[in-house]
């Protein structure tokens, strides 16, 4: 049974940092892209940044670039988020997902792709 365990989370002051840290296990994931996407509350879950399975393909969504810095370890099939410069805008539950083929920015994967969700982190960036 595949499993995402997500962890990293918190409360922090306006422009701190946090890491989150997803870890995958239950399957061999080869090949796989692991992103992350957020939702805030009353807002629908979003986009956040995806990394393929090299690690040389890496999207971000606008509201994070040069703030938020994605990568991967597979020998121990983790995916981090270092988030930088935190806004009170960035507060929101951050979901790991593991999906089979190239990273992509869609919440909804593609006919036949294999996708994985995380139970979430909550992230709180206080004023």
């Known amino acids: 049974q595949v499993q995402l365990v997500e962890s990293g989370g918190g409360l922090v002051q306006a422009g701190g940092s946090l890491r989150l840290s997803c870890a995958a296990s239950?399957?061999?994931?080869?090949?796989?892209?692991m992103g992350w996407f957020r939702q805030a509350p009353g807002k629908e879950r979003e986009f956040v940044a995806s990394?393929?399975?090299?690690?040389?393909?890496?999207y971000y969504a606008d509201f994070v670039k040069g703030r938020f810095t994605i990568s991967r370890t597979n020998a121990q099939n983790t995916v981090y988020l270092e988030m930088n410069s935190l806004k009170p805008e960035d507060t929101a539950v951050y979901y790991c997902?593991?999906?089979?083929?190239?990273?992509?920015?869609?919440?909804?994967?593609?006919?036949?792709?294999?996708?994985?969700w995380g139970q979430g982190t909550q992230v709180t960036v206080s004023s």
């Open positions: 997902n593991v999906r089979s083929g190239s990273p992509s920015t869609s919440v909804q994967a593609m006919p036949g792709d294999l996708d994985y």
């Open positions: 239950g399957r061999t994931f080869s090949n796989y892209a």
């Open positions: 990394i393929s399975w090299s690690g040389r393909l890496k």
